[in-house]
Nanobody
Framework: QVQLVESGGGLVQAGGSLRLSCAASGRTYPMGWFRQAPGKEREFVAAITWTGLSSYYADSLKGRFTISRDSAKNTLYLQMNSLKPEDTAVYYC????????????????????WGQGTQVTVSS
């Protein structure tokens, strides 16, 4: 069974940066980041193919967030810069076990494996 474990969340001031990590036990596959703010639906943040060669972002986050992976370490990252209070949410990593070559996935139903989430709080 694949296990996803996020880390790196915390409290940061507006304008600051954080890097989230997601360790995937024994599996390299397409992955993504989602986030869920209080009282809101879980939303897509970014996705990456299993090779790491292609990625895709929510329009509102382009230029501030960067998704990457280290396949040798089976670890997914999300670098978040110029953070805003509205970025406050629980951030989840997700993985999809069946996939097509160099395809990324951007919706919740496309992912079957989920981490437990890590809290990111941005103060104004």
């Amino acid at each position: 069974q694949v296990q996803l474990v996020e880390s790196g969340g915390g409290l940061v001031q507006a304008g600051g940066s954080l890097r989230l990590s997601c360790a995937a036990s024994g599996r390299t596959y397409p992955m993504g980041w989602f986030r869920q703010a209080p009282g809101k639906e879980r939303e897509f943040v970014a996705a990456i193919t299993w090779t790491g060669l292609s990625s895709y972002y929510a329009d509102s986050l382009k230029g501030r967030f960067t998704i990457s992976r280290d396949s040798a370490k089976n670890t997914l990252y999300l670098q978040m810069n110029s953070l805003k209070p509205e970025d406050t949410a629980v951030y989840y990593c997700a993985g999809r076990r069946t996939y097509s070559w160099e395809t990324y996935y951007t919706t919740r139903p496309e992912y079957g494996d989920w981490g437990q989430g890590t809290q990111v709080t941005v103060s104004s």
